[in-house]
């Protein structure tokens, strides 16, 4: 009889112990998160950023620890962001699993605002917008993973201040490496979005839409702390700095893109380069970017000319494709000696 009723307290003690002891945990993983994001606006004011936040508020018992944190404000960043970068945000949601807690997932919430230097300010909201972030005591997150779904950003152009874009899926992976020496990657990236939709004022040249886009790569170290923008990219330039583009796909209306190339700064701290690229559905493509004024009509003239005696022709009558060379110098993009497009300069501050 002792035995049974021993075997009945343990029974219902059981329960008890777990239901406590998760408890506990909870109260601590929700504690931790609070004082990280509590150190994060610390750490974003000693530096320089303007960071405020309403009251945050635990929750996600039993299962993980949230923190949903309302009316996020961030604004700051010179020199680093030339004219600054402010941004907001309803709420943040950042949340640990439980069973998994060496993963932080900060969701943002609601209608959010970006806005870079002078530019206009640009509302945008998702149905999923994630950023997921290895944890690990006293050392810097290592990577991020950027996921988005459904986002729809206001894209004021030309006056128009309700041209939109909409991503129907974006996917970010970034590799953090910040003492990477000469040769070695101290960025490394991918980048995926499916199912682009453009402002008028982009799509007039290839469509309205942008089925897919993909670019992989590295930017090689190392990567100067100098005060200003301009010294810190003259030094990334004389260390031997180089970004290397492993691959970019683009399906954008008529054209079927694959490139990859490699990237540094010239004497003017312009972009110069070299890389191939295969396209499928140059003509077209070319033609387009004529007709809108991206290219010259001499420009695209010259280019099919030169495309056409390379092209392969498929035996199954698919589309014709072309693997070129392209060299980029004196801010002029180029193929076979052919001039395509002009470039911009880059004004550094």
């Known amino acids: ?8 307290i343990i029974l219902l003690a059981t329960p008890l112990l777990l239901v406590t002891a998760d408890t506990l945990y909870w109260h601590l993983a929700a504690r ?23 009251r945050p508020v635990r929750g996600g018992w039993p299962l993980a620890a949230t923190l949903t944190v309302p009316a996020v404000f961030l604004t700051g960043g010179v020199p680093d962001i030339p004219g600054g970068l402010t941004w907001t945000t309803e709420r943040l949601v950042l949340r640990t699993d439980l069973l998994q807690p060496g993963l932080l997932d900060v969701a943002s919430e609601g209608i959010q605002r970006l806005r870079l230097g002078e530019g206009p300010e640009i509302p945008y909201t998702a149905d999923q917008l994630r950023l997921a972030l290895p944890l ?13 779904r459904d986002l729809r950003a206001g894209m004021p152009t030309g006056g128009d201040a309700t041209a939109s874009l909409t991503v129907g899926l974006l996917d970010l992976h ?50 100067p702390r100098t005060h200003a923008l301009g010294e810190r990219a003259a030094a990334w330039r004389d260390g031997g700095g180089t970004l290397e583009i492993g691959r970019l796909a683009v399906n954008w209306g008529p054209l079927d893109l694959t490139a990859s190339a490699t990237l540094a700064l010239d004497e003017q701290l312009q972009p110069m380069g070299t890389g191939s690229a295969r396209v499928v559905g140059y003509a077209e493509t070319l033609d387009a970017l004529a007709t809108h004024g991206a290219i010259s009509k001499s420009a695209a003239t010259a280019a099919k000319a030169v495309l056409s ?41």
């Open 174 to 223: 970034l590799e953090f490496r910040p003492v990477a020496q000469a040769g070695e990657a101290a960025l490394g990236f991918a980048f995926d979005a499916e199912a682009v939709g453009l402002p008028a004022s982009f799509a007039r040249s290839l469509g309205p839409r942008i089925a897919s886009v993909t670019l992989q790569g590295a930017l090689d170290g190392p990567v």
């Open 1 to 8: 009889m002792r035995r049974r009723r021993r075997l009945w």
């Open 309 to 349: 005696l390379l092209a392969h022709v498929p035996e199954d009558g698919s589309p014709p494709d072309v693997e070129v060379p392209l060299t980029l110098q004196y801010r002029t993009l180029s193929m076979r000696q052919v001039p395509l497009l002009r470039l911009p300069e880059i004004d550094w501050p």
């Open 32 to 54: 931790n998160i609070e004082d990280g994001f509590a150190a994060w606006l610390a750490d974003c004011r000693a530096s320089g950023w303007t960071a405020t936040a309403g």
């Open 136 to 148: 690990q005591s006293g050392v810097p997150p290592r990577s991020a993973v950027v996921t988005a």
